[in-house]
């Protein structure tokens, strides 16, 4: 045995419901995981799905939790599948204790706008606390409404800034050709999933046809789906929701060997969750270093889970203590 293991199930309310193509999202579910090895050494993980992403259910990782029966064994990487990614990320980041060193410096965040007309009066308040790169969900109303408001955002970005605009999969690839068009010689850092992953023959062509990169985002939910792609020679970013992709020490193997431009970003867990995912986004040296999505700060209703509010920097030293994630834990005693 490795260590010993519980596994707590968590329900927590947004603050304000996250709209995406995809619907209307107003709760997170999950699972928080905790190790005891055999020196005493206490660690956190989460398990934070999004089965609508392509990741297992939180039905599935429950059940392999359970199997584990309370004990996680030696070769617990050989006997939880990759198809979980999430699980295989809660135990890594668990047993594993990769934090970052309080003097790793910080890195540049996004800062997430709401979808819809909201995003106009936020983008000038969030451009005064210092944001140069803003993200808009689209896909979500009518493209001519979008297109009208897209305009607007871009003529109130300050000097230098960018957006990222998300489409979440909900373009066809003659729609995603339109958005293209538009973005082109625009301040449109790149465009994220334009269309669904399940039209890889779309998606290189958009990225062949036009001047704007294209990240994808669904298309590399796991690891080995992101393995495809890296082995395909994709030319544009690839992000990278480390909750969701697996072992983090493999996933940075991967995204090393390629030198691939990564971006890092949130899948709205809870403070432990997100301690183990910027882990990931502080240790990964790239070709260039891309603003990370973990949004300007609190998603969740309930503080004692909620990650802290987050300025246009985040600090090593500010990602959270192994005190805050024992709080976190007994939250759901
Ligand atoms: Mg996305």
């Known amino acids: 045995?490795?260590?010993?293991?519980?596994?707590?199930?968590y329900r927590l309310p947004f603050r304000a419901p996250v709209r995406t193509a995809h619907g209307t999202w107003r709760e997170r579910e999950g699972l928080l995981v905790r190790t005891v090895d055999l020196s005493g050494r206490v660690g956190f993980g989460e398990v934070a799905p999004i089965p609508w992403f392509g990741t297992e259910t939180l039905e599935e990782a429950e059940e392999c939790l359970g199997r584990l029966g309370?004990?996680?064994?030696?070769?617990?990487?050989?006997?939880?599948?990759?198809?979980?990614?999430?699980?295989?990320?809660?135990?890594?980041?668990?047993?594993?204790?990769?934090?970052?060193?309080?003097?790793?410096?910080?890195?540049?965040?996004?800062?997430?706008?709401?979808?819809?007309?909201?995003a106009l009066e936020a983008v000038g308040r969030v451009a005064g606390a210092g944001?140069?790169?803003?993200?808009?969900?689209?896909?979500?109303?009518?493209?001519?409404?979008?297109?009208?408001?897209?305009?607007?955002?871009?003529?109130?970005?300050p000097d230098a800034a960018q957006m990222r605009l998300d489409a979440n999969g909900a373009w066809s690839s003659r729609q995603a050709g339109r958005w293209l068009d538009r973005c082109a010689e625009r301040p449109v850092e790149f465009v994220e999933?334009?269309?669904?992953?399940?039209?890889?023959?779309?998606?290189?062509?958009?990225?062949?046809?036009?001047p704007t990169p294209i990240a994808l985002d669904e298309s590399v939910s796991g690891l080995a789906s992101l393995n495809h792609w890296l082995d395909r020679g994709w030319p544009g970013v690839f992000v990278v929701k480390p909750s969701l992709s697996g072992t983090p020490s493999e996933v940075l193997a991967a995204l090393e060997?390629?030198?691939?431009?990564?971006?890092?970003?949130?899948?709205?867990?809870?403070?432990?969750?997100?301690?183990?995912?910027?882990?990931?986004?502080f240790r990964y040296a790239g070709p260039r270093r891309r603003a990370v999505g973990f949004g300007t700060g609190s998603f969740l209703r309930d503080s004692r889970f909620d990650a802290p509010p987050a300025g246009p920097f985040i600090e090593a030293g500010d990602i959270g203590s192994l005190q805050e994630e024992a709080e976190t834990w007994n939250a759901l005693s």
Not at 1 to 9: D, P, S
Not at 76 to 103: Q, T
Request: one cysteine or more; proline letters at 7%; hydrophobic letters at 45%.
């Open 193 to 210: 999933q334009p269309v669904s992953p399940e039209d890889p023959d779309a998606l290189a062509g958009l990225a062949r046809d036009y």
């Open 131 to 157: 944001y140069t790169v803003f993200k808009w969900k689209v896909g979500v109303e009518r493209p001519e409404d979008e297109w009208g408001i897209l305009d607007d955002l871009l003529s109130r970005l």
């Open 257 to 281: 060997a390629r030198r691939a431009d990564a971006v890092f970003s949130t899948a709205f867990e809870t403070r432990i969750g997100r301690k183990a995912a910027l882990g990931v986004a």
């Open 1 to 9: 045995m490795k260590a010993r293991l519980e596994y707590r199930r």
């Open 70 to 118: 309370g004990m996680l064994p030696h070769d617990w990487d050989d006997v939880v599948p990759e198809r979980l990614g999430c699980v295989r990320c809660a135990l890594a980041s668990a047993v594993g204790g990769a934090g970052v060193p309080a003097d790793a410096g910080r890195l540049p965040a996004a800062a997430l706008l709401p979808a819809g007309r909201s």
